[in-house]
């Protein structure tokens, strides 16, 4: 039978009925014959909670002062949930061992809370998938090449998933979370978005770097990177719903060239509210002056999104960029503090208030006129349009927050993703 990878978020691992129900269900996997791999996240509000206690012991410090400590201490969660998912599968009657990341091991780099996965050694999993063991590896974390811990940054334990089937060479890996799959948009926001029941990785990347919270862009990266074929399905459906209905439930996350993709111009829309806008004005339109301003920045570990330079004038131009909200602060001050002065800038201006809406569809490949009709549904809401960023496959805009649950209704109407697709 095949080797399968389950992930369990937060919601899905929220209580020990929660986690009971969880082991049913990974064990009726088991019995069917099927080798299995999960990776739990920490129960639901674990990690805020172990956080909090840490913002109470040093309210003034900075947190990236004690990052270390952070992932000492945020690692934690999600081996309480793997220790008790082992317990519960064992009262089931099954043979089921957890391990730390450190213990598989999984090896990362030493960029605490935002750690990035570079290898995992997989002897110590295949040898006990082998013995007929479930075994149960802690998502979010991993060790640098000092033996110091490091966790991944939010929704990491998705990543952890993905990279151990990708290391594992898994058959397939099965997403579980609180929705049911991958919806044309948020439908908190639209209630008309429909499940879609196959999504490209191309489309997924673009949705997950946009906003989309189902799942973590990284872990997309991975799957698309090592072909894993991944699903996204609800574990709040009962535990023993037939495992062949399962099996094809949700989303599937596949390759474009597949026959029964859904073929559509615009698959979804895609939102982000945790964007920020910089600008640098007046800097010296000389060669290297991007490169210095995001360098600056990138440099600090804060990742950069969208970036548009103006047209020069007199020698000057103006550079904007987005970066998280969380960020925004620290990289005014950075800019500020030690570029603004060297660039021989104006100044250094900046807007928490904005959020970034998405088109996405591997269809706007073959298709003329799409983006002019996104621009031309939102200048019909009145709404002002700040930056622009495309690639093949979608179209990112930058507006006013308080317009964006506006702009996806709009848009996932002009584009018909609330008709039952054909």
């Known amino acids: 039978m095949a080797l399968i990878v389950h992930k369990y978020g937060g919601t899905s691992m929220g209580s020990t009925e929660r986690i009971a129900l969880v082991a049913k269900r990974v064990a009726k996997w088991a019995r069917a014959g099927h080798k299995m791999v999960v990776v739990p996240s920490a129960m639901s509000g674990e990690t805020n909670r172990l956080l909090a206690l840490a913002k109470e012991l040093a309210p003034a410090k900075p947190a990236e002062a004690y990052n270390r400590e952070l992932d000492m201490l945020a690692s934690t969660g999600e081996q309480a949930s793997s220790a008790l998912l082992a317990i519960a ?5 099954l043979e089921a061992v957890s391990y730390a990341g450190w213990q598989v091991a999984i090896k990362t780099n030493s960029a605490y809370t935002k750690a990035r996965i570079e290898s995992i050694d997989d002897k110590k999993v295949r040898a006990d998938l082998d013995s007929g063991r479930v075994v149960i590896v802690t998502g979010f974390q991993g060790v640098d090449d000092l033996g110091n811990i490091t966790t991944l940054g939010r929704g990491g ?22 929705v049911d799959g991958v919806y044309t948009t948020d439908p908190r926001v639209v209630p008309e978005a429909r499940r879609l029941h196959t ?15 189902v799942l973590q862009i990284r872990s997309v990266e991975f799957a698309g990177k090592y072909k894993v074929k991944m699903r996204v399905l609800s574990s709040f459906t009962p535990w023993d719903i037939d495992i062949n209905e399962e099996a094809v439930s949700g989303t599937l996350i596949t390759f474009e060239e597949d026959e029964d993709m859904e073929q559509a111009v615009v698959s979804g829309i895609a939102f982000n509210r945790d964007e920020a806008k910089i ?26 999104d969208m970036i548009i330079q103006n047209v020069s004038k007199e020698g000057k131009t103006d550079f904007s960029f987005t970066v998280h909200r969380n960020d925004f602060a620290k990289a005014v001050d950075l800019l500020n503090t030690q570029v603004i002065g060297t660039l021989g800038a104006k100044e ?13 569809g591997i ?34 805009v930058v507006i006013d927050e308080k317009y964006m649950e506006l702009a996806v209704r709009a848009l996932h109407k002009v584009f018909g993703l609330d008709q039952v697709a054909a």
């Open 279 to 304: 600008s640098v004005l007046g800097v010296p339109d000389t060669p290297g002056i991007a490169y210095k301003i995001v360098g600056a920045v990138a440099d600090a570990n804060i990742e950069i």
């Open 348 to 360: 250094v201006v900046g807007d928490a208030k904005i959020c970034k809406v998405s088109i996405v």
């Open 363 to 396: 269809g706007m490949r073959s298709h003329v006129g799409i983006a002019s009709k996104m621009f031309s549904c939102l200048a019909q809401e009145g709404i002002n349009i700040q930056m622009i960023s495309t690639s093949e496959i979608k179209t990112s």
């Open 89 to 93: 599968l064992q009262a089931e009657g």
């Open 199 to 213: 999504v490209s990785f191309e489309e997924m990347l673009e949705m997950a770097s946009m906003g989309s919270k």
């Open 157 to 178: 334990s998705d990543t952890s998933a993905v990279a151990v089937a990708a290391a594992l060479k898994a058959d397939e890996c099965l997403i579980y979370t609180d």
